[in-house]
């Protein structure tokens, strides 16, 4: 993964200036290696306690999206090209992911972190103008106390600026118990970097798979490969045959191997 990493890192950042609160460290003079440092430091922290809207109005709790892997995005809706730059491109990998993964076998959520303007309204507006039709994508926004311990888990970092906001560009892989699993940094990363960890969560371990589920899984994780040519996930059972085929090689080789070992030690007596 890191040779997709590095790429990335070139638009990670619109601009950081950084500043602090009283619960955390001094953001004032962080570098953008202490702004990326303080984003990877979250990962393995657990998002719980927080309740936001969705653009229906309905609260929601992210307890509520446990069971299965999440991807949270942060963007302000006044925002008129980083952020719906980045939903798109978000938008064209998360369908690659449904179609190399199971389709239901994860969420994803844009949560609007603008508490004064990011409305409900205005993130279903979002929505629509960025043309999000996925129905397993929720957008939302929340009050200031939420939207606070929400970026502390996540470790995402945004400054009030000139035209909005100054903020770190991240999207959040969130494991089906609650954390953060991985960090996912630019305007348009490449599409492993986020099908990757997915697909290592889907086609994992959860404790409820019977031994059938968890091998099926377990091929599914080593046969769906990735194509740079065409920039998409596809099935390649050459990899699992090829694997059976050296296994049964080996235990032929193995058992002839054995038999002549025994016949010459016969022949020595």
């Known amino acids: 993964m890191q040779k997709y990493l590095r790429p990335a890192l070139a638009g990670l950042f619109l601009s950081i200036s950084i500043v602090a609160n009283a619960a955390d460290p001094d953001f004032s003079s962080f570098s953008h290696d202490d702004a990326l440092a303080y984003s990877q430091a979250a990962i393995g922290t657990t998002v719980q306690g927080i309740e936001l809207l969705k653009s229906d109005g309905s609260p929601v709790s992210f307890e509520e999206y446990r069971g299965k892997p999440l991807v949270i995005s942060m963007i302000f809706t006044s925002c008129h090209h980083i952020c719906p730059s980045t939903t798109k491109h978000l938008d064209e990998v998360v369908e690659k992911a449904r179609s190399a993964l199971d389709a239901d076998s994860f969420h994803v959520v844009t949560v609007g ?110 046969c769906t490969v990735y194509d740079p040519a065409t920039d998409n996930y596809y099935i390649d059972i050459s990899v699992f045959i090829g694997t059976i085929v050296g296994v049964i090689v080996s235990l032929v080789f193995g058992r002839i191997l054995i038999k002549e070992w025994r016949r010459s030690i016969e022949a020595e007596r």
């Open 113 to 222: 972190f603008d508490t004064l303007n990011d409305s409900a309204e205005r993130m279903a507006k979002f929505r629509r103008s960025n043309g999000v039709g996925d129905e397993r994508w929720d957008f939302l926004s929340g009050d200031e106390a939420n939207m606070a311990k929400l970026v502390r888990q996540l470790g995402f970092i945004y400054t009030p600026a000139a035209r909005g906001f100054d903020h770190l560009i991240q999207s959040s892989v969130i494991d089906a118990e609650g954390k953060i699993y991985r960090q996912v940094y630019g305007i348009r990363f490449p599409t492993p970097q986020l099908i990757e960890p997915l697909k290592e969560l889907v086609f994992g371990e959860p404790e409820s798979q019977s031994a059938l589920d968890y091998l099926s899984g377990r091929i599914r994780l080593f």
